[in-house]
């Protein structure tokens, strides 16, 4: 299963259809450099209720969704579930902003989600969603042992999802964490990363964080700081994103003058020239959740805007150009 998970982010050229004419195509052996459409995009989610039914619901609409769309859809949505914490009784659970819910909690949540999408499809059993079950690397617990209770718990939901609820063949679970530069540092982030690696029952992880503070013009070395004296260099976040046997990403671009995508096409680049090259799995931004508390002024890309300038920067260089599988917006629960 690994091996199916991984070996899509080889770097070995991709077979691709370019547009010739009207109605003729042909098969080229490189990545594509023309301009694409988007994907539809899906509605991620600061969750932030502990109902089950609510869960399920969202699940429903993105499965009544894809029911009545044309073609088989292929979805990734995202749960941000808020900070790692423990209760009193010290179980480990996550924040839900302010609604704490234990591991075994979010394990029944997650899957509703999933069970919500699975019904709802109806005769469409070919479409598909990723679901991202997600923290982030703020707070005191961001640790190695944190790092593997979350994969431990990723790895139940699979199980859940596969063997007890047999909706697996439509729903596939994989962890996350929203690693941002200025939440903690580099070094409790990476701690992170390495226990989840060690413990996740091979269940990858998306890192749906940020670039913040890195360059976005010049080029990357493996010393280049994202931010004058902090901890955090280019090549811990790539190894977040990309380097870590366990990680997939797909980043933020909320800032409407494109610096966001730019920081990741630079990444990008430093990941072809000093690495083995990074896959970048879409792009991801706020929009609807702006607009639920008033506006966000310059960091409010539509799903489209964000999609774009990411695709538009990757494909300005063919060491960098790739296609983008998906796109995704934020939305409050």
């Not at 009544?64 to 900070?83: E, F, M, P």
């Not at 609807?288 to 805007?305: D, H, K, M």
């Amino acid at each position: 299963m690994m091996c199916f998970l991984r070996c899509s982010k080889q770097r070995s050229l991709l077979i691709i259809m370019i547009l010739v004419s009207t109605w003729t195509y042909v098969l080229v052996g490189i990545k594509p450099t023309s301009a694409a459409s988007a994907p539809l995009y899906t509605t991620s989610y600061y969750v932030t209720k502990t109902s089950l039914s609510a869960m399920y619901n969202l699940g429903c609409s993105l499965g009544t969704r894809d029911k009545n769309t044309s073609g088989i859809q292929d979805n990734l949505v995202i749960l941000a579930l808020g900070q790692q914490r423990k209760n009193s009784a010290g179980d480990w659970g996550a924040s839900l902003f302010g609604n704490f819910q234990t591991n075994r909690q979010i394990v029944d949540l997650v899957a509703q989600f999933g069970q919500g999408y699975y019904n709802c499809t109806g005769s469409d059993t070919d479409s598909t969603v990723k679901i991202v079950v997600g923290t982030n690397n703020y707070g005191s617990l961001v640790n190695y042992t944190a790092g593997s209770v979350w994969g431990s718990m990723v790895g139940t939901v699979h199980r859940k999802v596969k063997d007890e609820l047999g909706i697996g063949s439509q729903v596939r679970i994989y962890g996350g964490n929203d690693m941002e530069v200025g939440y903690n540092s580099a070094a409790a982030t990476l701690d992170w990363v390495e226990g989840y690696d060690d413990n996740t029952d091979s269940r990858l992880f998306y890192n749906f964080g940020d670039a913040a503070g890195c360059p976005t013009s010049g080029t990357y070395s493996p010393s280049t700081k994202c931010v004058s004296g902090n901890t955090w260099s280019v090549d811990d976040l790539y190894y977040i994103s990309y380097g870590a046997s366990s990680a997939l990403v797909m980043p933020q671009i909320y800032n409407t003058t494109g610096s966001n995508a730019r920081q990741w096409q630079k990444l990008s680049l430093y990941a072809d020239k000093y690495k083995n090259g990074m896959d970048i799995s879409g792009a991801l931004t706020q929009y609807q959740a702006c607009e639920q508390v008033g506006g966000c002024s310059g960091t409010n890309n539509t799903p489209l805007q964000g999609w774009t300038q990411l695709y538009d920067q990757l494909n300005s260089d063919s060491r960098t150009a790739q296609r983008l599988r998906y796109s995704s917006d934020m939305k409050w629960q």
